[in-house]
């Protein structure tokens, strides 16, 4: 049957892949299917901060260029991940007067997003990442202590400056569902528009779990498209506890199914990313110990059932 990008792209939407430089460098099998299955391409890591701009103005796109030559490569477009973020921003960063660090963040946007501005490829970006707080309040991170609010839509702006064409997306998780966090990211993207900042997009990260239940991500996503903004799946992987089972993997598969679907759905939705591919190479089991098994492919490159499901649900459109 015919692989994922190729019903994607008859439903008008993109299925992506974030991809790790490592085994991209290094893995026949890793390169191919990521070139096969897949339309869209999402940095693991290679744009973050940390891997872009380790010291003051000293910048290196050695993993992102092998990202994005990749994705040239393949005919794949590319979300770029992340601008502003509170993890994988090195101390020096964070170690900043108010002042500087308005400056260093106008830079450095300038610079990442500046690179790949007419790059026809780079469709994207994540300009914040994960700004909220559970209860929908603002996070407290080092950009809100020392700027205030007004970092997001001094990003926002940067980020139009360096880049006018990129869809310019706010990023969070667990802001699937209906609720407070979700609420507090709706207000503020209603806000910000009305103020004439830019932001386009919305993406919902998704990093699911099959023992916390499915979201109503439809919904949800159906809210923000009626802003008038575009609306992404951006990280989404679905957990379990270990050890995998039959049963374990048919819920998972119904998981990644009702995503595809919400997102064929709701007409602003412009596709679904999934983090990695294969349970070889998933942050998952680094982060929650016991758990894994997130992804659509085995630690063999083998299918799962998350595979078919994927695959089916985006054939039956
Ligand atoms: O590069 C270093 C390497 O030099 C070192 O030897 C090794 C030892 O731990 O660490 C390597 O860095 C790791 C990096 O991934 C690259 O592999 C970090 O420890 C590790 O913390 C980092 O994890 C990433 C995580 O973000 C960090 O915040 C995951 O790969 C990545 O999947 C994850 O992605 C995030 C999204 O960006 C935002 N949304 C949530 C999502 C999952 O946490």
């Known amino acids: 049957s015919s692989p994922l990008r190729v019903h994607a792209e008859a439903q008008g939407k993109f299925i992506g892949t974030a991809l790790a430089t490592s085994p991209l460098a290094n893995e ?13 391409i999402t ?11 380790s010291s003051p103005n000293q910048f290196n ?5 092998q990202i994005m030559a990749f994705a040239e490569q393949n005919g794949q ?5 992340t601008l502003v973020w509170h993890n994988q921003t090195p ?26 501005a007419s790059n026809p490829v780079l469709k994207s970006w994540d300009v914040v990442n994960e700004v909220f707080e559970e209860n929908g309040s603002l996070r407290n991170s080092f950009w809100y202590q020392r700027l205030g609010e007004s970092y997001i839509a001094d990003a926002f702006r940067y980020a139009k400056a360096a880049d006018p064409d990129a869809k ?37 990260q998704s990093h699911l779990a099959i023992q916390y239940g499915f979201p109503n991500i439809q919904e949800n996503m159906q809210r923000f498209a009626d802003l008038g903004v575009e609306v992404r799946v951006t990280e989404i992987d679905v957990r379990m506890q270990m050890p995998r ?24 939705c412009s596709g679904v990313t999934i983090w990695g591919f294969t349970d070889k190479h998933s942050w998952v089991p680094d982060t929650f110990s016991g758990e894994g098994a997130a992804l659509i492919y085995d630690e ?3 299918k799962k059932a998350s595979y078919t499901a994927v695959h089916d649900a985006l054939a039956a459109g």
């Open 61 to 65: 796109f050695s993993g992102a260029d």
């Open 168 to 204: 310019l997306c706010i990023n969070d998780y667990n802001v699937e569902g209906v609720n407070a966090k979700s609420t507090a990211m709706y207000n503020l993207v209603r806000t910000l528009r009305a103020q004439n900042v830019p932001v386009d997009c919305v993406g919902f």
């Open 91 to 116: 101390n020096w960063v964070q170690s900043l007067s108010a002042t500087e660090m308005r400056s260093a963040m106008q830079n450095h946007i300038s610079r990442v997003a500046g690179r790949y």
């Open 77 to 81: 477009q590319v979300h770029g991940h």
């Open 300 to 302: 063999n490159y083998a």
């Open 245 to 268: 089972s039959s049963a374990k993997d048919a819920t998972q598969a119904t998981y990644y199914s009702n995503v595809v679907k919400a997102c064929l759905a709701v007409s602003r």
């Open 28 to 40: 026949t099998a890793y390169r191919n299917i990521a070139a096969t299955e897949f339309n869209q």
């Open 43 to 53: 940095a693991e890591n290679a744009m973050k901060w940390d891997a872009t701009e």
